[in-house]
């Protein structure tokens, strides 16, 4: 291997996209793709700028569901790409090709359906729905980038029943199901055969 010293200008080596449903103030929802997530147990860490609506949202209502798409729903994110809930749009976003789009599920083609303990709504189309409430909003990165990495912890989840191990239904089956992943700018699914097992 030669191995260069470089500078990319991310590291998105590929994580699984999620749809982050939040209400605004006047009760409507807002829905944005994001990637920067980790999960462990039943907590989340979100990393987010603190730029977005989503982020206003969350620190006012501190609830949100957390929606994985699978492969399929790539045309749905890509939807939502370069809108944003905030009116007027952020001159830097603006510069970008951003628009305000106040309504994100119509604008996606996605189905908003009531959730049982929280006010966001979930997205009928993604598999996995996971409710769920703010537990920190912790600084994130450089100051002048402006990130925050948000402490979710799920209290409900709500998963269909056929990505779930048959008769064993607190493991999602990882045979069955592909999340879409977002790698580098391009979004893919999971293909290959899984080529060790760990006991995780
Ligand atoms: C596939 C994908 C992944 C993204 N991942 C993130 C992310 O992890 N964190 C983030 O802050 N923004 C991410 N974004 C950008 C936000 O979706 C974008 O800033 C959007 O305007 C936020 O919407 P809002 O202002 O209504 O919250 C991602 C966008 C796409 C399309």
Redesign the pocket.
Known sequence: MTHLVVEPRSFFFGTP?VLISTLNEDGSA?L??????WWMRWSCM????AK????QNLRRERQCVLNLPSWDLGGA??R???????NPVPED?AARG?RYEPD?FGAAQLTPVASELVGPPRVAECPVQLEAVIEAVHPFGRADEQ?VGIEARIVRAHIEESILVPGQHQYVDGDTWSPLI?SFGE?YGLSSAPTATSAA
Do not use: E, W
Not at 46 to 49: A, E, R
Not at 52 to 55: C, I, Q
Not at 80 to 86: C, I, R
């Open positions: 996209v807002n944005a793709p994001m990637s920067s997530a979100l990393g987010l700028s977005g609506k989503t982020v994110v890509d939502l790409q370069d809108t944003t809930g905030l976003k951003y994100k990130l977002f979004f």
